[in-house]
């Protein structure tokens, strides 16, 4: 089946610090990909749709010039927190669905990244 | 305002029992629904899904139903297995792929 890798899958940093996230479809070509973050014992709230060639689109309340995606090819999408601080720290969560397989495929995710703000 | 509703936070069931996990949305907008599986530490995975126009899809011991006008579906897990226990959570989609999850529900299964 489809698989959507996502690295590091925990980050421990100072705050200040920026942090890179990388989400990868491993065996499917993916235009869109979403990003996702979950607090302890919450749901997961999506914060954008990254596009492959073009910018992302954020949900209401994200700050987009704080988190910086790039979906540079159709395999591969990022995410940078930008100067993070401790109200950062959070599990980060991509998806990405196949399309190839036609419009009904579910969204397949990634493992997470634990970000971990000190 | 929460969209996609779980209701319930945990669900403890006898192993071979059948398991119901519902959820409830209030956009008619939503065109797909899903479920998901979650470990701690990990993503979810998915499970099964069912499109706004039917009102049931079975894959092997996973039913979804769907009551559009009561905006309610529920998944039914027989037999339930030790191995089915983790947090569920519902899906809708809508806007072109975008996932609204409810907050989910902590399924245990006891042998």
């Known amino acids: 089946g489809a698989v959507v890798s996502q690295h590091p899958s925990r980050v421990i940093c100072k705050s200040g610090t920026s942090v890179k996230i990388e989400c990868r479809s491993l065996d499917f070509q993916a235009t869109t990909m979403f990003w996702y973050r979950q607090f302890p014992k919450q749901s997961l709230m999506l914060m954008a749709t990254s596009n492959e060639g073009s910018k992302a689109t954020y949900e209401q309340g994200v700050e987009k010039d704080k988190f910086l995606i790039n979906h540079a090819s159709l395999t591969l999408s990022t995410l940078t927190v930008t100067s993070a601080h401790p109200e950062d720290s959070s599990f980060y969560i991509c998806?990405?669905?196949?399309?190839?397989?036609?419009?009904?495929?579910?969204?397949?995710f990634g493992d997470g990244t634990r970000l971990s703000i000190l | 305002d929460q969209q996609v509703k779980q209701n319930s936070p945990s669900l403890s069931v006898q192993e071979g029992r059948i398991s119901i996990l519902n959820c409830d949305y209030t956009?008619?907008?939503?065109?797909?629904f899903l479920w998901y599986k979650k470990y701690p530490a990990e993503g979810p995975t998915f499970l099964i899904s069912i499109s706004s126009i039917k009102d049931k899809n079975e894959d092997g011991r996973f039913t979804v139903f769907l009551n559009k006008s009561a905006k309610h579906l529920s998944l039914h897990i027989v037999p339930s297995q030790p191995g089915d226990s983790a947090v569920y959570f519902c899906a809708a989609r809508y806007q072109g792929g975008k996932l609204i999850f409810g907050q989910g529900t902590e399924l245990s299964v006891k042998p």
């Open positions: 998806s990405a669905r196949d399309l190839g397989e036609g419009g009904n495929q579910p969204q397949h």
């Open positions: 956009n008619s907008m939503f065109d797909y």
